[in-house]
C-alpha cells in the first residue's frame, strides 16, 4: 500500500537528491529505515517493495549525509537488506556491488571521525560479512 501510494518512490527520490534540504534527507532516511526494520525483517514482501524503489541504493547515498543519525539509520536499512534471509536477498548484494554502495560503506568504515563509534562497527560488520575482501584499508 505504502509503495502503492507513491510515500515510498517519493522518500527515495528525496533521499537520493543531493540538492534536497538536509533536514528533508534525513527525514527520508528515517522513515526508509523504519520500514525496512521494523517491518521488512519480518514481511519479506516490504523488502521487495523497497528494493524495487530503490531503498537500497538511496540508503547508500545517504551514508554522505553529515549528520551521524542518518548514516546510521542507512547503515541499519542496509544491514536490514543484506542479512535478512529472503529471495531477494542475493539481489540486493548484487545491487551494492554493482553501484557504490561497497565503497560509501567503506568510506563510513575508514572515516576518522566515525573511529570506534557505532557507525564504524556497523560498516565493519557489512563489509567483513557480506563483502570481506573490501573490509581491509587499501594497501598503498
Known amino acids: 500500500a505504502l509503495v502503492d501510494s507513491g510515500l515510498v518512490p517519493l522518500l527515495v527520490k528525496v533521499l537520493m537528491n543531493q540538492e534536497e534540504v538536509a533536514a528533508a534527507r534525513n527525514d527520508a532516511a528515517w522513515t526508509l529505515s523504519s520500514l525496512a526494520c521494523n517491518w521488512g525483517q519480518n514481511h519479506h514482501e516490504m523488502l521487495d517493495a523497497l528494493l524495487e524503489t530503490n531503498s537500497l541504493e538511496a540508503f547508500c547515498t545517504a551514508l554522505t549525509l553529515k549528520d ?51 557507525l564504524h562497527k556497523m560498516a565493519q560488520t557489512i563489509l567483513k560479512d557480506h563483502f570481506p575482501k573490501f573490509s581491509t584499508p587499501a594497501r598503498m
Open 68 to 118: 551521524y543519525n542518518a548514516v546510521e539509520v542507512s547503515l541499519k536499512g542496509i544491514t536490514v537488506f543484506v542479512n535478512t534471509h529472503w529471495k531477494g536477498r542475493q539481489n540486493a548484494v548484487e545491487r551494492m556491488k554493482a553501484g557504490d554502495g561497497i565503497e560509501r560503506v567503506r568510506v563510513v568504515r575508514f572515516r576518522n571521525d566515525t573511529y570506534r563509534t557505532e
